[in-house]
């Protein structure tokens, strides 16, 4: 029998259940715990599997929204049998609230006036699927807790579409974990691009390769297997057509780890392998790796960042990982849609190089651009610095 959660726990839970959904695509990773109602004290009665809803440590929820209402107080605190459990596994699949709910009635699990605990404000939309919001409402749930408003002007709306139907609605529990669970999501959404992470691999002194051009390899094999596994994480791997004339680089997703599983326990049947994208307006050899065989290449013939992350939206792109040179690392940073930086440095001084960014205007140190640094980390004798931009927030 499983214990027993709290909303906090519900909604910890949900998160790490999201995760087991893929973070790459046009969709946003959504978990859901579904429980007993508050009044529904007693132990009995059939729950999901137990490896789905064991306890998961939550941290305190933040206040209910102004306007919100719902469970609040030493409510929120009691814990309650878990119902069911569901996640969003991908574009085209059903949602985790549907999910969640379609276990539950496999199981004969009645949920009339419980409570759904979801990660993102449930959708009012029908695209590849159904309106979660009214399928929670047909299910005769009383209460949903959510983490993260849905921005998208398209999908959103479930939250008010419930409250006018009596359901109550309690929003940002969780907040600040489910915003950095969707931040690639919710800042391609907001900003009505792809999220853009530039990737560089450098000297102590800043070169990614020696003056004759030479760069292989300045990092050293965990870190290049480590930036493999982040490409099989991104929806396109960006570089310039200088690149594809000195590499010829295939741009596939080569992660060093054992077949991945998904949230289900099932080998899945490939590495994704994102969509590889060269801008520039040189032309494209026929015979270049990076065209591939799978369909998968994109050549834009521009050199217009602004354009590029127009037509990559286009094509649902939501994360964009930029591996190009100096030219291109450069016009992205100039244009101030980097969001986010993986650089890769080695212990080795090159001297005379070629340097990761070129010119970016500036003539004295109050000109630098600063980042934040979110996280360090040791990949063999090299360092990963994981930076973000710093912004006003949304």
């Known amino acids: 029998m499983d214990a027993p959660l709290t909303l906090d726990e519900a909604m910890a839970h949900a998160l790490d259940l999201a995760r087991r959904g893929p973070a790459h695509g046009p969709n946003p990773q959504v978990g859901c715990v579904i429980l007993?109602?508050?009044?529904?004290?007693?132990?009995?009665?059939?729950?999901?599997?137990?490896?789905?809803?064991?306890?998961?440590?939550?941290?305190?929820g933040a206040a209910a929204a102004p306007g919100d209402t719902g469970t609040t107080g030493t409510a929120a605190q009691r814990a309650r049998r878990v119902l069911a459990v569901g996640w969003h596994r991908g574009a085209g699949t059903p949602h985790a609230e549907a999910d969640a709910l379609a276990r539950a009635s496999a199981s004969g699990v009645d949920v009339g006036g419980a409570t759904a605990v979801v990660t993102l404000e449930p959708c009012n939309h029908t695209g590849r699927t159904g309106p979660c919001a009214q399928a929670l409402l047909d299910a005769g749930v009383a209460e949903v807790v959510v983490s993260v408003g849905d921005p998208n002007p398209v999908a959103s709306g479930g939250a008010e579409h419930l409250r006018s139907h009596g359901v109550a609605v309690r929003s940002g529990l969780l907040a600040d974990?489910?915003?950095?669970?969707?931040?690639?999501?919710?800042?391609?959404?907001?900003?009505?691009?792809?999220?853009?992470?530039?990737?560089?691999?450098?000297?102590?002194?800043?070169?990614?390769?020696?003056?004759?051009?030479?760069?292989?390899?300045?990092?050293?094999?965990?870190?290049?297997?480590?930036?493999?596994?982040?490409?099989?994480?991104?929806?396109?791997?960006?570089?310039?057509?200088?690149?594809?004339?000195?590499?010829?680089?295939?741009?596939?997703?080569?992660?060093?780890?054992?077949?991945?599983?998904?949230?289900?326990?099932?080998?899945?049947?490939?590495?994704?392998?994102?969509?590889?994208?060269v801008v520039g307006e040189r032309e494209v050899s026929a015979d270049a790796r990076v065209r591939g065989d799978d369909g998968r290449f994109v050549h834009l013939a521009t050199h217009d960042v602004h354009e590029v992350l127009a037509r990559l939206a286009a094509l649902e792109v939501r994360h964009v990982l930029v591996e190009g040179g100096p030219?291109?690392?450069?016009?992205?940073?100039?244009?101030?849609?980097?969001?986010?930086?993986?650089?890769?440095?080695?212990?080795?001084?090159?001297?005379?190089?070629?340097?990761?960014?070129?010119?970016?205007?500036?003539?004295?140190?109050?000109?630098?651009?600063?980042?934040s640094t979110s996280t360090v980390e040791r990949l063999g004798d090299d360092v990963l610095l994981v930076a973000r931009a710093v912004r006003p927030p949304p």
């Open 36 to 60: 007993a109602a508050d009044t529904d004290t007693s132990s009995a009665g059939p729950t999901s599997d137990a490896s789905e809803t064991a306890d998961a440590a939550g941290e305190v």
């Open 327 to 371: 030219t291109v690392a450069t016009a992205f940073v100039t244009a101030r849609v980097v969001d986010e930086i993986h650089s890769y440095v080695a212990p080795v001084l090159v001297g005379d190089g070629r340097r990761a960014v070129g010119g970016l205007g500036g003539q004295s140190i109050d000109d630098a651009v600063r980042w």
């Open 177 to 277: 974990e489910g915003e950095e669970l969707l931040r690639v999501w919710l800042t391609s959404v907001r900003t009505g691009r792809p999220f853009v992470t530039l990737k560089t691999a450098t000297s102590l002194d800043g070169c990614v390769a020696a003056a004759d051009g030479s760069s292989r390899w300045i990092t050293g094999p965990q870190s290049r297997g480590h930036a493999h596994t982040v490409r099989a994480t991104v929806d396109a791997i960006l570089v310039g057509t200088g690149t594809v004339l000195a590499d010829d680089p295939t741009l596939t997703a080569r992660p060093p780890v054992p077949e991945p599983v998904s949230g289900d326990g099932v080998p899945e049947p490939a590495v994704h392998q994102p969509l590889r994208v």
